[in-house]
């Protein structure tokens, strides 16, 4: 790991190279593999702009630290097994038979042979789990359409017997304007009426010419009352029928108003009630599953221990041959473990010494471009000299 002590440190470098580095920011020919930087505007006179730029945090931010990392943590893996090989020299070999193989097939077997069952009964859970919300959302629905059903008949009829009593109360009304108008009328006419009643009365017998022209009279004005009154009473009739027609369609829009109101209001019930279902069913699912994974690694750990100690059992008989062949397996594995770490270890210090000079070419062209005198990578003499690390690190990600 990069934190070991055991290991070499890019702090290590970066101080070591900080002692006496430092970046001319003008006037300097660009570097190779840099890239162009515009010549810094011209200024007035002024002190020279000195920065410091923290090398071992902008290394660690570097692109390629990643790979130091990885080198650390082989070259760390490697001196432990060197250890660990180190110390059983010192000490009587234990048993050491590599039972992974072994073990892992066992593992996949009772996986195969177990993992089916307890899928199954996970199955038959949810399968039961997801009937029983259904046969409860069924009927909640329908105690909803049921209970909807009571309501609306309520309001229907409530509302029938109200439009039913307006219809009659307009009805009562104009049948009294009818009487009314007929009552007027009937009086209009009347002394009309009387007069060639009197007239017809009085005309003799043997005038006939003038009984017809009086009785004509009468007939005439008897048909013209008559039709007011039944003109009336037609308008009456025809305004009643408009009325009821009128408010029947009201009747018949506040239903249907009501209807999609109440399925709505149904709808959005039921959609509660199957969100509740789900989450619960969810809840319940996931313990039950929590249940079944418990009981099927506590399966699997008692299976695969006593399946261990067969293995083990039987691998105590060839310990005796492999401890005569261990001592000389060490020393190669020794060396070979030498001859890695020390690989690793120079392939790491080159690496960092690649990231090292690409800092410092990106840190270069950085202080051409913003017009920087001086970039030191430690400010003991400078302390007040501003961080520009992080423009750096900026700088290399792009």
Same mark, same amino acid.
């Given at each position: 790991?990069?934190?070991? $002590?055991s ?23 660009r ?7 515009p ?15 923290d ?32 110390? /059983? ?20 077997h ?12 996970m ?34 009829i ?8 307006t219809?009659e ?36 017998p043997?005038?006939?010419? *003038? ?14 009352r008559?039709?007011k ?34 399925? $709505? ?15 619960? &069913?969810h809840?319940?699912? /996931?313990? $039950? ?22 293995? &083990? ?7 005796a ?14 060396? /070979?473990?030498?001859?890695?770490? /020390?690989?690793?270890q ?9 990231i090292?000079?690409?800092?410092r070419? *990106? ?14 990578t ?7 000299a501003?961080d520009?690390?992080?423009?750096? &690190? ?5």
């Amino acid at each position: 790991m990069a934190g070991s $002590k055991s290991l070499p440190r890019i702090t290590a470098a970066a101080a070591a190279a900080a002692a006496a580095l430092a970046f001319a920011g003008c006037g300097g020919a660009r570097l190779p593999g840099a890239r162009p930087a515009p010549p810094p505007p011209l200024q007035a006179d002024r002190g020279p702009r000195i920065v410091v730029v923290d090398l071992d945090r902008a290394s660690r931010a570097h692109p390629r630290w990643a790979e130091v990392d990885a080198l650390d943590r082989r070259i760390q893996g490697l001196l432990g097994q060197m250890s660990a090989v180190m110390a /059983s020299a010192n000490a009587p070999a234990p048993p050491s038979i590599d039972l992974t193989p072994q073990l892992r097939a066992a593992a996949q077997h009772e996986s195969a042979q177990l993992v089916p069952e307890f899928r199954r009964r996970m199955d038959a859970e949810a399968a039961d789990a997801q009937a029983a919300a259904r046969r409860e959302l069924d009927a909640y629905a329908a105690k909803i359409r049921a209970d909807q059903q009571a309501e609306f008949d309520a309001k229907r009829i409530e509302l029938q017997a109200a439009i039913q009593k307006t219809i009659e109360d307009k009805s009562t009304a104009l049948q009294a304007d009818s009487a009314q108008f007929q009552q007027q009328t009937l009086e209009q006419y009347r002394l009309p009426l009387l007069n060639l009643r009197l007239k017809l009365d009085a005309v003799s017998p043997s005038d006939k010419k *003038e009984g017809d022209r009086i009785s004509q009279q009468l007939q005439a004005l008897t048909k013209e009352r008559d039709d007011k009154v039944a003109a009336h009473e037609r308008a009456n009739q025809e305004a009643l029928a408009a009325f009821e027609k009128q408010q029947r369609q009201a009747f018949a829009d506040q239903l249907q108003a009501l209807q999609a109101d109440l399925t $709505k209001q149904g709808q959005r019930l039921v959609d509660q009630k199957a969100a509740d279902l789900s989450a619960r &069913i969810h809840t319940a699912l /996931s313990a $039950k599953q929590a249940r079944f994974n418990a009981e099927l690694n506590a399966r699997m750990q008692a299976d695969l221990q006593a399946r261990q100690q067969s293995l &083990i059992s039987n691998a105590r008989v060839q310990i005796a041959a492999a401890q005569s062949q261990s001592r000389d397996t060490l020393q190669v594995r020794v060396a /070979s473990l030498r001859a890695q770490i /020390s690989e690793a270890q120079a392939e790491r210090a080159r690496l960092l010494g690649t990231i090292m000079a690409d800092l410092r070419v *990106e840190a270069a062209v950085l202080a051409q471009q913003r017009g920087w005198d001086l970039v030191l990578t430690r400010a003991v003499a400078f302390p007040d000299a501003p961080d520009v690390t992080a423009d750096l &690190i900026t700088r290399i990600h792009k």
